[in-house]
Structure formats: structure tokens, C-alpha cells
């Protein structure tokens, strides 16, 4: 039926498999990558049978009214009220609508970034996609600067700013989101309980501050409808994990996507310890059974589609 089978592809031979300390991991070459445009065609058209990232990348205003109760999308017994300030924040129409780039940058969190030198490339693409807010001044050189779309997990007040709990922490994050200028700022408030206060202090924040980021807030429908899209072509992902997410929704709007910043191994393919993420001590507790993600299993997907040249993954250096 013309769906991309991406189970007989995972075993293909030309998938080279190194093991490296018990861990399997997928090699791929950035020489010689070409890009496969009617197989990024194919796979746009695949996606848009499960999600249309324009409509489904955000709910918009007419959508709810202040007072209205949502359930919490991956906790359905949970609920939500949407605020005066939420409410205010809701675009009138989605942040991508009619948006078409010729290439983009979807970019991770993992320490491989360190020392690769690939700020000005990642920069130089037409629309770059970052992940929850992670800083770029400190670490241009390898990462770039340029955002024109970014995620925030609620979780991120806590674990980056402090909770919010002093001033010096608010200020920290106001002057974060004041850099992104008009940007688009993407925050999942609807996916489970525990992140409200958060995302209340954050549109408070945007809304005293006058801050000019466009905020996106995922549809109810998203999640289930990329994990429907990854599922059926074999990926079983439970939950899809913010750069898996991203490139997702990418494909809608660009004809070529480059990842950088995808390793969600402690190793990198000389053995030499990787951070978990390029900026903090997080640490891979990610991986454990409890956890929520299947990241090995995504970067093992996202490396069958580089070698088939239907988007590039880089994770060594740049020049
Ligand atoms: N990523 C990766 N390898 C790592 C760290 C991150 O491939 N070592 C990718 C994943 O696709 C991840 C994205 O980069 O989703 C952004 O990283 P992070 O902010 O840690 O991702 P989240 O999925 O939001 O993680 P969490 O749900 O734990 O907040």
C-alpha cells in the first residue's frame, strides 16, 4: 500500500552493525550522502495521512475559551483548565502555516555536538529547530546560534532555571527567551500533569515581559498521531521523544533535514565517553526500563533513513 516499510529495512546488510562495549551501533557516512527526494516525498505524503503538522503543531485560539477543562493527553483521568493567560498566548493561526524551507536543522541535545564544530553549517540552514531551550552562546562554535523554532518542556523551569524560585533565575530565562526575538517557542502543556504551575509562570513571564517568541502549544492529537505514523511502519515508540518528534513535524515543511546533535549512546564510535547532553550533567538514566523514551530505537530508525538518503544525520565534526 505504498507504505514505507521501515521493519525489513532494519535488518538490511548494508546497515553496517559495530559493536562497541555490548552496545550495538549503527554506522552511517556523511560522504557520498544524497538526498532521495521522491523518497522525502513519499514520506511527507505517509505522515500527512496520520498528522498535519501545520494544523496539528499547535492548537490556536478558537479552539478553547478561558475556563474550558482539557484532559491531560497521556494521563486522561487528569485535568486541565485553560487559563486567561494560556488563552491569550494561543496563536490565531498556526506559526507554520504556509511555511516551506528549502533545508532545515533539527538539533539535539547530546554531547556528541561538543567539538564538532558545526555551529556555521547548522546556521546556515534556512529554518533551524532546537529542543528545550537548550543554550547556545557558550557553545556556538559547535552548535550555532540561529533558532527559529524551539521546544520547552515544563520540566526545563525546574531543571534549568531554578523553579523559578529567585529572581536571578526568572531573569536568566526572560533574557533566554528575549534572544530568540519572534521565534517560535513550542511548549507540549497538554501531555501530562505536573508541568502547570510551570507553564503558568512561563506565559506570566511572556506576557509581563512583552516578550515578542510566537508560543506553540502541540495539539491533543499530536503524539498519538506520530506514534500511529511510527507504528505502522514498525517502529513501536511509545513516546516519541522531542527530536524524533521534530523531525516528524519537519517533514512537512522542509525538503531537506539534517539532524545533528542525535547519539543516545555514553560512547561515541572510538570508545571516547559522549555526555548526555552538550550543556549539563544530565545524566543516561534515560535509558533504564522505567524510562519513557526509546531513543537507541529512534537513532536506529533516523539511521536507516540517512542511508536511504531520505534526511542526513551528522555526528562526527563538520569541517
Ligand atoms: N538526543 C539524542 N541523544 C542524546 C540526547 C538527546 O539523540 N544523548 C535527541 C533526542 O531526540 C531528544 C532530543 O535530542 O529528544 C533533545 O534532547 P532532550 O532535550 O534531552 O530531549 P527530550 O526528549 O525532551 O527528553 P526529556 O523527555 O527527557 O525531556
Redesign the pocket.
Known amino acids: 500500500d505504498g507504505e514505507l516499510c521501515l521493519s525489513r529495512s532494519l535488518v538490511n546488510s548494508s546497515d553496517k552493525i559495530i559493536r562497541k562495549g555490548g552496545s550495538s551501533i549503527f554506522q552511517h557516512s556523511v560522504e557520498g550522502w544524497k538526498i532521495n527526494s521522491s523518497l522525502v516525498l513519499e514520506i511527507r505524503k505517509n505522515i500527512l495521512r496520520f498528522l498535519d503538522a501545520e494544523r496539528d503543531v499547535s492548537v490556536v485560539k478558537s479552539s478553547f475559551k478561558p475556563g474550558d477543562v482539557i484532559h491531560y493527553v497521556l494521563d486522561r483521568r487528569r485535568t486541565l483548565n485553560i487559563s486567561q493567560d494560556l488563552h491569550s498566548l494561543l496563536p490565531e493561526v498556526s506559526p507554520m502555516k504556509n511555511r516551506r524551507f528549502k533545508t532545515c536543522a533539527v538539533v539535539?541535545?547530546?554531547?556528541i555536538l561538543l567539538d564538532s564544530e558545526c555551529g556555521k553549517e547548522i546556521d546556515s540552514h534556512n529554518f533551524v529547530i532546537r529542543?528545550?531551550l537548550?543554550p547556545v552562546v557558550e557553545f556556538a562554535a559547535d552548535v550555532g546560534t540561529k533558532s527559529d523554532f524551539i521546544t520547552m518542556?515544563p520540566?526545563v523551569v525546574q531543571r534549568a532555571f531554578g523553579g523559578f524560585r529567585n529572581e536571578s533565575d526568572r531573569e536568566k530565562f526572560v533574557h533566554r527567551l528575549s534572544m530568540l526575538n519572534d521565534s517560535v517557542l513550542w511548549i507540549p502543556a497538554f501531555m501530562v500533569k505536573g508541568g502547570e504551575k510551570h507553564v503558568e509562570w512561563v506565559n506570566a513571564l511572556i506576557l509581563k515581559n512583552k516578550l515578542k517568541v510566537r508560543t506553540a502549544y502541540p495539539s491533543l492529537r499530536l503524539i498519538h498521531a506520530v506514534r500511529g505514523y511510527w507504528l505502522t511502519n514498525k517502529v513501536p515508540i511509545k513516546r516519541p521523544?522531542?527530536?524524533?518528534l521534530m523531525y516528524t513535524l519537519a517533514t512537512r515543511f522542509c525538503d531537506e533535514i539534517h539532524l545533528y546533535?542525535?547519539?543516545?549512546f555514553p560512547k561515541d564510535l572510538n570508545g571516547k565517553a559522549v555526555k548526555?547532553?552538550y550543556y549539563d550533567d544530565l545524566k543516561y538514566r534515560?535509558f533504564s526500563n522505567a524510562s519513557p523514551?526509546r531513543?537507541p530505537l529512534?537513532?536506529k530508525t533516523l539511521n536507516v533513513l540517512h542511508n536511504r538518503g531520505a534526511l542526513k544525520l551528522t555526528t562526527g565534526k563538520c569541517i
Open positions: 539535539g541535545n547530546s554531547g529542543c528545550n537548550a518542556n520540566s521523544s522531542t527530536g524524533l546533535g542525535f547519539w543516545p548526555y547532553h534515560y523514551h531513543m529512534e537513532f
